[in-house]
């Protein structure tokens, strides 16, 4: 009986140090093409630098999505603002957990001098900033271009962007797998 609780508290320590391990490198990653990036004008550039640090994580062997938000518009009405970013997911706690990536984020802040996009309703950013579960989402992005996001904030992050309610009751599969999901749905009517 004891050689089994021993190994169960092993198996927990070992899966704990692992999943540390993989956060603190994952985290690293981002880290280093942060700074690689900083000085760049990052106006528009969402295709290639989210194309460019999702084939990083994938070469890394992490679990990472390439997201573009016209992929969860349910009809032409909603699709107003085409925006790429990366979804990064590891173990913590036995439970997936998600990183927020998207180095170009500063686009969608209000700034002196700068004019909104006519397809949106306000700035994403000043959206945001209104929940005080996401101004560290916000902090992190403007700063780091990447964030620890729960699902709820990956909702409110999608629906800040092109603003429709529907946005804000997607599942995890459905964000991750947004094509999938649709070609699901579509046979589940024929």
Do not use: R
């Not at 106006?43 to 999505?65: H, P, R």
């Amino acid at each position: 009986m004891q050689n089994n609780s021993n190994f169960s508290l092993q198996s927990f320590y070992n899966q704990l140090l692992h999943t540390n391990k993989e956060k603190e490198l994952l985290f690293q990653t981002l880290d280093d093409y942060w700074h690689k990036i900083q000085k760049e004008n990052k106006q528009q550039l969402c295709k290639v630098y989210a194309s460019q640090i999702y084939q990083i994580l994938k070469e890394k062997g992490f679990s990472a999505f390439l997201c573009n938000t016209l992929d969860y518009c349910k009809n032409s009405k909603e699709c107003c603002y085409e925006h790429i970013f990366v979804l990064a997911t590891y173990q913590e706690k036995e439970k997936d957990a998600y990183v927020l990536i998207d180095p170009t984020f500063s686009q969608f802040e209000k700034e002196e001098g700068k004019t909104l996009n006519e397809k949106m309703l306000c700035f994403p950013s000043l959206l945001l900033e209104k929940d005080s579960m996401m101004n560290p989402v916000v902090k992190n992005l403007n700063q780091k271009g990447y964030s620890e996001i729960t699902l709820v904030g990956i909702q409110k992050y999608l629906g800040s962007i092109n603003q429709f309610e529907s946005f804000f009751s997607l599942s995890i599969e459905e964000i991750l797998f947004p094509k999938q999901e649709q070609s699901k749905n579509k046979t589940s009517k024929l």
